[in-house]
C-alpha cells in the first residue's frame, strides 16, 4: 500500500498510523534494515509478554559501530530520563493499543516540519506513551541497522543543530527539570573542548551546534 501526506516526518507517520491495521506498530526510516528474524523475535516478544507495552532497542550501521546517537547497554523499562538512549524511531515497536491511546505524532517535530524542530518527534512519542503508564521494554540486544555518515562538515554541523532545537523544544514541552537541561548542554560542550584538546576542530564545531541547537529549543 502507498499512502500520500503532506511534507513532513510526523504528518507522513499519521497518515501510516491511520491506515494501520496491524497489532503491532513500527516506525522504520526508508534507509534502514532489519536483521534476519528480528521481526519474529518481536512478535515472540509481544506474545510470551503480555504485561509488555512495547520494545525499543539500538542502532546500529552494520558493521558494529553505533549509529544514531549513543544507547543504553543495560536492558530495563524506558522511563522519561533514560529515554533519550533508549530507543530512536526505527527501533520503536508498540502494541496498537498503546499509539491509539497515545494519538498522532506531533506535527511541530521532526524532519520536513517546516518548524526550527527538525528531531525529537519519537522521544516525544515515547516520553507521552510513558507518562500514559504504558510498560516500554529496552532490549539492547535488538538491533535494527542504520547508516551514521557524520562529516563534521557545514551541512553536518547545521543539521546538529537543527536536530539539537528538536531535543530542547520537547524537553521545554515536557518541562524537564534544569538540572536535567543543564546537563543536556553541558554534554555537548564537554565534547567540542575535548575535540579542541584533540586538535579535531570540525568535530568540535560540530558538537557546539548540538550544544546551541538545544539551547534555543529549550527557549521555544
Known sequence: MHLRSKSGLSHARNVGLAAATGDIISFPDDDCWYPK???ARVVLQFRSCPSVDGLTGRSEDGQGQASGGKFSREQGQVNLNNVWKRGISYT????????????SFDEELGVGAHTPFASGEEADYLIRTVKLGFNVHYLPDLV?????????????CSKAFRYGVGMGRVLSKHRYKFSFN????LRPIGGALLSLLMLRTRKAAYHLAIARGRVRGLRS
Do not use: D, E, K, Q
Not at 92 to 103: E, K, N, Q, T, Y
Open 144 to 156: 535494527v541497522f542504520h547508516p551514521n555518515p557524520v562529516l563534521y562538515n557545514r551541512n553536518h
Open 37 to 39: 528474524g528480528l521481526l
Open 182 to 185: 543543564l546537563y543536556t548542554v
Open 92 to 103: 520503536i515497536f508498540l502494541r496498537s493499543s498503546v499509539c491509539s491511546a497515545v494519538g
